[in-house]
């Protein structure tokens, strides 16, 4: 395992740990890297939870900077944060090498 020096570093490691230790906001990751946009209606249509709990977890997934969200009411659209996405994936492999 390498180690990583830097604090900021570990602190966004951790931030991105925390967003991804939830079996739905995997799910809901996974559902809109599989898609170029999504509306909160359609992660509701496929996750069988509650619309304030797909909230919630995309608020969480937001505050982490794993996904980006765009209001065009009535509806907010989300897509994952491409450039954040590409620094967790780089992180995650450099914690576990």
């Not at 740990?17 to 946009?37: D, V």
């Amino acid at each position: 395992m390498a180690a990583i020096q830097n604090e900021e570093t570990l602190k966004q490691l951790a931030r991105f740990a925390k967003a991804m230790g939830h079996p739905t906001r995997l799910q809901i990751l996974q559902l809109l890297a599989s898609r170029s946009i999504c509306f909160t209606g359609d992660l509701v249509e496929v996750l069988p939870i509650a619309q304030s709990t797909v909230s919630q977890h995309l608020k969480e997934l937001k505050e982490a900077g794993l996904i980006q969200g765009e209001v065009n009411p009535p509806k907010i659209k989300y897509c994952i944060n491409q450039k954040n996405w590409a620094r967790a994936k780089r992180l995650f492999a450099e914690f576990f090498e």
